[in-house]
């Protein structure tokens, strides 16, 4: 049963290494196209309605609901069955995650107090992208002990839990108490066929549309619903087999992470990672707006993280890393300040200026790329010869 626990985990993290790779990829091309002779057409496209919704909204509210679904999926597992299924293996990953989340928006509010309302941007630079810096991680190979590939994985799994709360109460500007009165109802529709032993996946399938249509009428990001029927899809924990045909939680997110993975995340990079570059300068870099998101990327996440792991393993809360050294769990912290798909979502619910919103783009992909570059070389520095 170890063996096959050990399987699961380096498939899912080759799954998330491979999904990193296609996030890269089209992040690459989005800023490609916005910087060639296709940036009209590319706008345009984004900004053309298909019913009632633009198409970058179909993207942004519809299709990252998957993502969030498997997020929340994710979340559920790991907490019933997986690495935070208990007390103590929660210690680390939730002070780290904490600290993770509080640093870079200590950082972005110092670097943006005199602009006014660049406040609403806090938490842009607050989550890790668990894709991108798992592929980072994965281009390291052996060097890198297991311990820390599970340390990034759940202190990222627990960020995204503080970035999904984060969404619904700091991002809601106005509710619909009627339509939040019905979601609540169909939520609580699906928690009632799991209360009743129900673990065919069709009756939880079919009433998340419903559900997603009243959560994006109540005013909550419509995303949110994702979470939601994540919760109410039962789980039978397997002990170590993800893919107990038993398990409808199991069955589902087996099924979702390629899709995920390999499309809907990508489209989400191709449609939110373009922004010109031209008559960008110094200047424009060292903006309050896009230094802030840099920085509390950059030197925030990683502050944050490696200052309350040390802490916490000072203090005997928590053990470090088995087989790293503090070097290497530096370079993990590094590459947390990775906040790429996660950073975007938020800043464009932060901010619907466009201009505003280029130089979000712009922060983030900085913040990020200077936090995959050091953290690769601090890890590959650091590493020792690759054991047989």
Known sequence: MALKSISVIRDFLATEA???IALMLSAAAAMLIANSSLAPSYFDLLARHVGPLTVHHWINDAAMALFFLLVGLELKREFVDG???RWTDRTLPFVAAGAGMIMPALVFLALTSNE?????????????????AIAVLALLGTRAPTSLKLFLT?????????????????????????ALLTSGLVFAAMLALGKLGVRQLWPYLLLTPPLWIAVY?????????????AVAIPITPPSGNPDDAQSPLHRLEHALHPWVAFAIVPLFGLANAGVSLAGIGIAQLLAPLPLGVTLGLFAGKQIGIFASVRAAVALGWAQKPSGASWAQ???????????????????????????????????VLGGSLLSAVAGYVVLRWVARRPRP
Do not use: Q
């Open 18 to 20: 491979a999904g990193g």
């Open 83 to 85: 690495h935070l299924s």
């Open 116 to 132: 006014t309302g660049l406040a609403r941007g806090w938490a842009i630079p607050s989550a890790t992208d668990i894709a991108f």
């Open 154 to 178: 759940t202190v990222a799994i627990v960020d995204d839990m503080g970035a999904v709360a984060i969404i619904a109460l700091a991002y809601t500007p106005s509710i619909n108490g009627v």
């Open 329 to 363: 769990v530096y370079g993990v912290a590094l590459l947390c300040g990775i906040g790429f798909t996660m950073s975007l979502f938020i800043g464009g619910l932060a901010f619907t200026d466009p201009l505003l919103m280029d130089e979000v783009k712009i922060g």
């Open 217 to 229: 009428l109540s005013g909550v990001h419509a995303t949110i619903a994702g979470v939601l029927a």
